[in-house]
């Protein structure tokens, strides 16, 4: 069975920064999109960055383009989400997912597998 445990959220001041971890077990996911979500209050899910686990290829949202940094550890089987120069609209609940490489990685209700979250707060 999938499991992707998210950990690293929490509260910083604006301008500081936070690293998410995402780990992942189930099976392999050398064929799969790991994706990083937030959700605001009262928003709608978003995407924030995305790497392809075979290659390491990486996208972002404009949003946070030049701010995070997405990767992946093999060995540990982790993704993690370096989260630099961070802002209050930053603040959301941060969601790890994963799909197949087979179709976009932009949407949300593209994904198979989601993990619990993980508050971010940044307080200006």
């Known amino acids: 069975q999938v499991q992707l445990v998210e950990s690293g959220g929490g509260l910083v001041q604006a301008g500081g920064s936070l690293r998410l971890s995402c780990a992942a077990s189930?099976?392999?996911?050398?064929?799969?999109?790991m994706g990083w979500f937030r959700q605001a209050p009262g928003k709608e899910r978003e995407f924030v960055a995305v790497?392809?686990?075979?290659?390491?290829?990486?996208y972002y949202a404009d949003s946070v383009k030049g701010r995070f940094t997405i990767s992946r550890d093999n060995a540990k089987n982790t993704v993690y989400l370096q989260m630099n120069s961070l802002k209050p609209e930053d603040t959301a609940v941060y969601y790890c997912?994963?799909?197949?490489?087979?179709?976009?990685?932009?949407?949300?209700?593209?994904?198979?597998?989601w993990g619990q979250g993980t508050q971010v707060t940044v307080s200006s």
């Open positions: 997912a994963a799909r197949s490489l087979y179709g976009p990685f932009q949407y949300a209700t593209a994904y198979n597998y």
């Open positions: 189930g099976r392999s996911f050398s064929d799969y999109y």
């Open positions: 790497i392809k686990w075979n290659t390491g290829t990486t």
